[in-house]
């Protein structure tokens, strides 16, 4: 159930989909694109961006850690977590 909910293909369609929405508020709302484009708030913009990656990365690494360990293979967990 998790990888068709947070699988790599769903992930980054709603990340592209989030963005293409961004770009297409932007283009249609004036003060939007300049709130967004301020300095002091394109890092923010980023920094949703970054988070939502990483936050889907950990995700998907526990996962396969909890696939490892329903297995029984707890080495494998260790040696995933090492590299």
Same mark, same amino acid.
Request: charged share 15%; with cysteine.
């Given at each position: 159930?998790?990888?068709?909910?947070?699988?790599?293909? +769903? $992930?980054?369609?709603? +990340?592209?989909? #989030?963005?293409?929405?961004? %770009?297409?508020?932007?283009?249609? #709302?004036?003060? +939007?694109?300049?709130?967004?484009?301020?300095? !002091?708030?394109?890092?923010?913009? /980023?920094?949703?961006?970054? %988070?939502?990656?990483?936050?889907? $990365?950990? +995700? !998907?690494?526990?996962?396969?850690? !909890?696939? *490892? /360990?329903?297995?029984?293979?707890?080495?494998?967990? *260790?040696?995933?977590?090492?590299?």
């Amino acid at each position: 159930m998790y990888r068709r909910i947070f699988g790599v293909p +769903l $992930f980054l369609v709603v +990340l592209v989909l #989030s963005v293409v929405f961004l %770009f297409v508020g932007c283009a249609l #709302s004036h003060n +939007l694109y300049l709130i967004v484009t301020k300095p !002091d708030n394109v890092p923010i913009v /980023l920094m949703m961006i970054v %988070f939502a990656f990483f936050t889907w $990365f950990a +995700l !998907d690494q526990a996962h396969q850690n !909890d696939e *490892l /360990l329903k297995k029984g293979d707890r080495v494998g967990v *260790l040696k995933r977590m090492q590299r």
